[in-house]
């Protein structure tokens, strides 16, 4: 059987702008590759007296839908990276922003997810090129487009 795997080479990370309804977004420069979200289920014990076998007994909890994590190849007067329009200024901003993860295929075109810049690590290699380490964490459901 032949594989229905989908490249993903072309996929966007793109930021909006916080305006609301208008909102704009922008495609995030030198996105390296795009880990997550990664989603997990919290479990409560439910476990009484009269669990059946002495064994603990779970419920399921609220869902965490995770963080997504990127490299950038760090520009520090690029409009998406910089301090003043970019990635650092929403992260000094402690601002939830609204985002999406285009993928390059017709069958799953759209993550949206509203989230926090939790991590912006720099990193300057002598062998190698500047970057930064991105995290974001995720607030609220995501919403896959087809």
Sequence with gaps: MASSAIPGYGTLLKMG?????AEAFTTIAEVGDIAG????????????????GAMREFKPGLIDPGETSFPIWFQPDAATHDATTGLLSVMNARAIRNWKMIFPNAALSEAAFAAMIT???????????????????????????E
Excluded: Q, Y
Aim: charged share 20%; glycine share 12%.
């Design 119 to 145: 991590k912006f690590d720099v990193k300057g290699p002598v062998a190698g090129v500047i970057s930064a380490d991105i995290t974001l964490k995720i607030s609220g459901p995501i919403t896959w487009t």
């Design 17 to 21: 702008d916080g305006a609301g309804t």
């Design 37 to 52: 979200p990664g989603f997990s289920v919290d479990t409560n014990d439910v476990t009484s007296h009269d669990s059946t």
